[in-house]
Each structure stands twice: as structure tokens, then as C-alpha cells.
């Protein structure tokens, strides 16, 4: 197993994504902690993953209160000895699609502070638990959008960015410590909207302008890849549970590209 005897933080854990994760993280030999907003959400992945013979814990938390998540990390690591995994699959609405001449400085705020709030917040709570004698490794998400040039998308495309940058720059901070920091970028996942990702409500108004369906805008999406076709849920989280592991244990600083292969500049 990729990640026996390991311990994972998810935050978002209840999400499509976070769910996902969790679920490999589980089989692949990790005990789970997820934590997020909705505690329903985190019992369906939780009956999944027990289910499966795995073990797991669930929090209610919000990312944005700064000691909440401190706490939780400070009970994680006090239940598992130490922290040896964490991600953060939390995502916020926001808005694709105001052009800039209506663009209002609270919209354009909303995904930069956010995102990037959340990032600071959940990686200083996990840290100190983290690395030494033995690897960590702090995963991030970051949608394609940073290298795009796409109307009606500053505020997404300029947090993007931001969220690109974090794990580069928090790298060669924690990297002393023996704690990896990479980045995935998958495009939109198919199977997201289906599975109950708040994407479904941000592709829908995006299909509703362009005067299609929601699959019919994915189908869309896929074209401008190089494979004609979107990651989905189970690529995303293989792929997380390999860069959490001791098999990627050279990748540190790096943006891993899960896009299909995304035409972008």
C-alpha cells in the first residue's frame, strides 16, 4: 500500500474531490481525518470508507477561522502521533463571466482571498506536525486557469495564479524540514458535477449563457485538451495518493499537469 501506517488531513473532505481522495488515501493504507463545512457530506465519504475496511475521522470545520483549524490539527496529530499528509480541496463560489468594465472589487476579491486565506491557514496549522525524520507532504489544487488569457475571468484567473505560486514559495520555506509541497492541476473533471461538486452551479451558468447543457459545455471543455477528453474524480485522486507517497519523494515546488493536456499559453 502506497501510504500504510501514514496519517491524512483532507480538508474539504466531504467534497468531490476531498471525497475521492479520501477514499484512495483510505484503501492505500492512510488513516483519514476529514474535516469540512458540511457534516453530511463527510459522513456519506466516512460509511464509504469504513465500508471498505478503512479508517476514518470526521470534523466539522471552517478553513477560514484560523484557530478552529488549529485545533483540529492539534487533536489530529495528538490521536496519530504526528501529521503526515495533507490536502486542501476546499473551493468557494465564485464568479466566471463578469467582464471587467462591471466587475466589482468585492468580486474580484472573493476567490483571491479565499483560496488563498484557506492555503495559508490549513498548511501553517499542519506544518509544525509534520516532516523530520520522516516525509510530509502538503498537496494544493489549482484549476488551468493561471495560464489562460479567457474574458470575464480576472479575479478566477489571477487566484489561480496565486494558488500556483503558493506551493513553489512554501517549498523552499518547509523543504529544510523534510516536508514536499506540489501542486495538481486538473481541468474541469467530468464526473465532478455529478458527484455533487459546486461546479455543477458554476458550469451550469456558464452552459445557460453559451445556451447549452451542462454535459454539452464539458463535451466543449474536453475539445481544447490535447487527449479530446477532462480528467476525472479517480485519475485526480490516484494521482494525489502517488505524490503523497514515498514513490514521488524527489517532487517538491512542482505543478503537476492533470489537464488532459489543456491548449494553454
Known amino acids: 500500500m502506497l501510504l500504510q501506517n501514514r496519517s491524512a488531513v483532507i480538508y474539504g473532505g466531504g467534497g468531490a474531490i476531498g471525497g475521492a481522495v479520501a477514499r484512495v488515501f483510505a484503501r492505500e493504507g492512510a488513516r483519514v481525518f476529514i474535516a469540512g463545512r458540511t457534516q453530511t457530506k463527510l459522513n456519506v465519504v466516512a460509511r464509504d470508507i469504513v465500508a471498505q ?29 504526528r501529521i503526515d499528509i495533507a ?8 464568479d466566471q463571466g463578469t467582464m471587467f468594465a462591471d466587475l466589482q472589487l468585492e468580486t474580484y476579491m472573493l476567490p483571491i482571498d ?18 523530520e525524520e520522516r516525509s510530509g507532504a502538503i498537496l494544493t489544487l489549482a484549476a488551468p486557469a493561471a495560464k489562460m488569457a479567457v474574458p470575464g475571468h480576472l479575479g478566477h484567473i489571477v487566484s489561480c495564479a496565486g ?5 513553489r514559495a512554501l517549498a523552499a520555506e518547509l523543504a529544510p524540514r523534510n516536508v514536499r509541497v ?10 465532478a458535477p455529478e458527484a455533487g461538486s459546486y461546479t455543477n452551479t458554476l458550469f451550469e451558468q456558464k452552459a445557460k449563457a453559451a445556451g447549452l447543457s451542462v454535459p454539452e459545455w464539458l463535451s466543449g471543455a474536453a475539445q481544447t485538451t490535447m487527449l479530446k477528453r477532462l480528467p476525472t474524480l479517480a485519475e485526480v485522486a490516484e494521482t494525489a495518493a502517488f505524490l503523497a507517497s514515498d514513490r514521488a519523494g524527489a517532487m ?14
Open 53 to 81: 475496511g478503512g479508517i476514518v475521522e470526521t470534523a466539522q470545520v471552517n478553513v477560514l477561522d484560523e484557530q478552529a483549524v488549529e485545533q483540529h490539527a492539534a487533536a489530529v496529530a495528538a490521536t496519530a502521533g
Open 87 to 94: 490536502l486542501n480541496a476546499v473551493s468557494f463560489m465564485h
Open 114 to 131: 479565499r483560496f488563498l486565506r484557506s492555503l495559508l491557514i490549513t498548511s501553517k496549522a499542519v506544518a509544525p506536525y509534520m516532516g
Open 163 to 167: 494558488i500556483e505560486a503558493f506551493p
Open 182 to 191: 506540489v501542486c495538481i492541476r486538473p481541468h474541469a473533471i467530468a464526473n
Open 252 to 265: 517538491t515546488g512542482a505543478i503537476v499537469n492533470l489537464t488532459c493536456g489543456a491548449l494553454v499559453d
